[in-house]
């Protein structure tokens, strides 16, 4: 079963923190990986999107790694700001239909503090 | 920000009432998504459409019916909402010529079914 599974489900830090949230995926066969940023009543934004062949890619202070032999990800965040609070989204697409289907985690809940 | 709009933002009704969230992109990608949300959980495919006339059911079963007249407009209708019905309502739409078929995100419709 094509599953993706983030850790930890919720994270409070202080401002100025680094923190790195996890994703373990078992989707097959394997397209691209993404993170998504989603503030609280708003739709998912785009962070990073990482083929097999890459094992990381920085936008800005997010830095995304990717091991696809162990089908793991994480997120680094550097010095974290308070707009930072938000649902971090790990999504695996895969390349078995022409659809592209994604397969969505539940997100891990981060909240910055001043 | 990418322009992908979902109105209304926020809906509460009663049971049995028929309602329609409508949701509109001005990129011109062909392909267009709705999925559900409910709090702390992942996103769900309810609804996608490949092009103008083209609708499939997707991974989660849901009541709600789509349309696809236009290919910018892409609205979801449930003929009778019951409390069951609510939830976070996502659309998103993407361009299947463009690498990994990244998916851009509308804000999300609120529907709290009384």
């Known amino acids: 079963k094509n599953q993706v599974e983030q850790s930890p489900q919720s994270l409070i830090i202080l401002e100025g923190k680094n923190c790195t949230l996890q994703?373990?995926?078992?989707?097959?066969?394997?397209?691209?990986l993404r993170w998504y940023k989603q503030d609280t009543g708003r739709g998912p934004v785009s962070l990073t999107i990482?083929?097999?062949?890459?094992n990381t890619k920085s936008n800005g202070r997010y830095t995304a790694t990717l091991d696809a032999d162990t089908k793991q990800s994480s997120l680094h965040i550097t010095a974290s700001q308070l707009s930072d609070s938000a649902s971090y989204i790990c999504?695996?697409?895969?390349?078995?239909?022409?659809?592209?289907?994604?397969?969505f985690g539940r997100g891990t809940q981060l909240t910055v503090w001043p | 920000e990418a322009d992908i709009y979902q109105t209304p933002r926020y809906l509460v009704i009663g049971t049995g009432k028929k309602i329609t969230l409508e949701c509109s992109q001005t990129?011109?990608?062909?392909?267009m998504y709705w999925y559900q949300q409910d709090p702390g959980m992942e996103l769900h495919l309810i609804h996608y459409?490949?092009?103008?006339?083209?609708?499939e059911k997707g991974d989660l079963s849901s009541e709600s019916t789509v349309s696809r007249i236009r290919t910018e407009h892409f609205p979801l209708t449930l003929e009778s909402a019951r409390p069951s019905h609510t939830s976070q309502y996502l659309c998103?739409?993407?361009?299947?010529?463009?690498?990994?078929?990244?998916?851009?995100f509308g804000p999300g419709t609120r529907l709290t079914v009384l």
């Open positions: 998103a739409s993407s361009d299947s010529q463009v690498s990994y078929n990244e998916q851009f």
């Open positions: 994703c373990n995926y078992t989707v097959s066969p394997f397209s691209n």
């Open positions: 990482m083929t097999f062949s890459e």
């Open positions: 999504v695996v697409s895969d390349r078995g239909s022409t659809l592209g289907r994604l397969y």
């Open positions: 990129m011109g990608h062909d392909k």
């Open positions: 459409s490949y092009g103008v006339n083209s609708t």
